[in-house]
């Protein structure tokens, strides 16, 4: 997982793309073993979603994997919206050694573009467009807005303490090796290290995206998931 492997100027990208992937599977599984409401345009949900060809413009998916990903996310979400305690149950389900309940609460802000408290299937589905088949630029804009807890336009080491040890506590106590309990504050310290060019004690977000794509390590673990589709 990208928290322990050494790569520490960007904590949990691994295990955020690791658990989107597990999810996209779990949807897929849905969305296949279901061939009926070929359409999106279903009458019998609260929500209802921008149509395909709005939502293929908006995305890198195609009308078939659109069709697919909406038949997994009507049958784990009927009524077409995600309230947050039920996004965090469904995280929990990927993470089952701990308590992922503080991440994806901050996973669920990161979708919740709309800042209503709930994830609709546009904006879910735009988000994974992003994680999975985005640019390095948006990639790395999105991630910063997850670890910008506040979204004033900064990263605190306030806000990355909170965001580490959310990872820590959502990868478990008893994982090998055993992790330090000031491994969560060593890691923002690193994070800071590389990331505040000016030592303002704030990362920007030109900042992070500077150091970022001049870190072989973080390019490539951007391109892990690519084809999880």
Known sequence: MGCFSGVPCFPGLVDLYDSCAQWVCVLLSFGLSDTSDSDLELSSIRHQPEGLEQLQELTKFTKKELQSLYRGFKNECPSGLVDEDTFKLIYAQFF????ASMYAHFLFNAFDVDRNGAICFENFVVGLSILLRGTVHEKLNWAFNLYDINKDGYITKEEMLAIMKSIYNMMGRYTYPIVRD????????????????????VVTIEEF???????????????????VI
Do not use: W, Y
């Open 182 to 201: 000031d491994a969560p504050i060593e890691h923002v310290e690193k994070f800071f290290q590389k990331m505040d060019r000016n030592r303002d004690g």
């Open 209 to 227: 995206l500077e150091t970022c794509q001049k870190d072989e390590n973080i390019m490539s673990s951007m391109q892990l998931f690519e084809n």
């Open 96 to 99: 089952p050694q701990g308590d």
